[in-house]
């Protein structure tokens, strides 16, 4: 069974950093691109960033480029997101997802998996 | 403002069959697979429908989607009352190089 686990949220001032942890299990990670994706209160789901299987491509949607980085080390099964100069635009669930595929933008892979999300809010 | 566009509500009784709409554009639903998740209270979402009409096992076949041009559709038949949740469609984007969301549709089951 594909288990999702991420850690890491809290409460944070505005200008401050947080790093998320997705603990994966179930399923060969190192086999599989990955995903973060956000929903801030009361909102609909925005995608924030995706990894694929070796770290070789990376994405981020624009809101978060040059202040998100995404990284992953497939010996401890874990997915991260590094997260700098922190708005309170950035409030949001984060949920860590496994895709389809190895490759975050092959178009024929999606999303297939979520994690229950990890709560960050950002204010002072 | 989503990329995607969705009804914000959509409603019907139960065993009746409703449909929920995304219409989006050539860089994202009209060159690229379109997915459904459905998102029931305080979960999180879960994938219902892949690469326009495939259904994950254990995903009953009330539930189906299809996709014409820029546009797809959820339809739900035999309404029950645990389907009432929010239903997102998504789809890659190539010109933004990632992945797009509509803004989802709260279904309400009368």
């Known amino acids: 069974e594909v288990q999702l686990v991420e850690s890491g949220g809290g409460l944070v001032q505005p200008g401050r950093s947080l790093r998320l942890s997705c603990a994966a299990s179930?399923?060969?990670?190192?086999?599989?691109?990955m995903h973060w994706v956000r929903q801030a209160p009361g909102k609909g789901l925005e995608w924030v960033s995706g990894?694929?299987?070796?770290?070789?491509?990376?994405g981020y949607v624009d809101s978060v480029k040059g202040r998100f980085t995404i990284s992953r080390d497939n010996a401890k099964n874990s997915l991260y997101l590094q997260m700098n100069s922190l708005r309170a635009e950035d409030t949001a669930l984060y949920y860590c997802?496994?895709?389809?595929?190895?490759?975050?933008?092959?178009?024929?892979?999606?999303?297939?998996?979520w994690g229950q999300g990890t709560l960050v809010t950002v204010s002072s | 403002q989503s990329v995607l566009t969705q009804p914000p509500s959509a409603s019907g009784a139960p065993g009746q069959r409703v449909t929920i709409s995304c219409s989006g554009s050539s860089s994202n639903i009209g060159n690229n697979y379109v997915y459904w998740y459905q998102q029931l209270p305080g979960t999180a979402p879960k994938l219902l429908i892949y690469r326009n009409n495939q259904r994950p096992s254990g995903v009953p076949d009330r539930f189906s989607g299809s996709k014409s041009g820029t546009s797809a559709s959820l339809a739900i038949s035999g309404l029950r009352s645990e389907d009432e949740a929010d239903y997102y469609c998504a789809a890659w984007d190539d010109s933004l190089s990632g992945w797009v969301f509509g803004g989802g549709t709260k279904l309400t089951v009368l």
């Open positions: 990894i694929s299987w070796n770290s070789g491509s990376i």
């Open positions: 179930g399923f060969t990670f190192e086999d599989y691109a």
């Open positions: 997802a496994k895709d389809s595929l190895a490759d975050y933008h092959d178009s024929s892979g999606y999303p297939e998996y």
